[in-house]
């Protein structure tokens, strides 16, 4: 079985440009969940998608978004990015109720 | 905010020795589940218990929990240097129905020394 995939690996931006960081879910899990991995702060809940709708963030400001694909796939939009948004950003997926399982994640560095 | 909170924050061990970590956390939860992260990769899964269960057990790994002391610990026997990464305490809270985001601790950093 497939695990959780996320691309890019490594992405590099400026301050003020737009992020798009895509994660492909283990087949049949339906909800995907983002989480931020940054230096100091560990890691934090960002957005929890199930069945296409958003169900739940965490304390995040809204220029960070994403969305649910039909085929349960997701993206993680972040905008106007600031020098604090380097961070390690890990999916998960899951069954509902079930353990999430995690990818390897996308490392974002801004310049 | 991190909920949980664990306990060394590093640990250094010999090969084949047991290993324990601590979490605490604050309010009230749903599940408690422990997960390994290797060096900047993706976490992985290593055992749920829910609010309602004292231990389980998997492999060599034995995870208590003390719900009436809000903390959890995580004892891994007969170590060896794969083990060597960091453990993370992870809650889910109720008003998911366990669904929900989970709330990290921030780690114990584990070396296995050969």
Known sequence: EAGVTQSPTHLIKTRGQQATLRCSPISGHTSVYWYQQALGLGLQFLLWYDEGEERNRGNFPPRFSGRQFPNYSSELNVNALELEDSALYLCASSLLLQPQHFGDGTRLSIL | ?114
């Not at chain 2, 034995?62 to 009436?68: E, P, Y």
């Not at chain 2, 809650?91 to 070396?111: N, Y």
Request: aromatic share 6%.
């Open chain 2, 1 to 114: 905010s991190q909920q949980g909170e664990e306990d060394p924050q590093a640990l250094s061990i010999q090969e084949g020795e047991n290993a324990t970590m601590n979490c605490s956390y604050k309010t009230s939860i749903n599940n408690l589940q422990w997960y390994r992260q290797n060096s900047g990769r993706g976490l992985v899964h290593l055992i749920l218990i829910r609010s309602n269960e004292r231990e389980k057990h998997s492999g060599r790994l034995r995870v208590t929990l003390d719900t009436s002391k809000k903390s959890s610990s995580l004892l891994i026997t007969a170590s060896r240097a794969a083990d060597t990464a960091s453990y993370f305490c992870a809650t889910a809270m109720p008003t998911g129905g366990g669904a929900d985001g989970l709330t990290f601790g921030k780690g114990t950093h584990l070396i296995i020394q050969p």
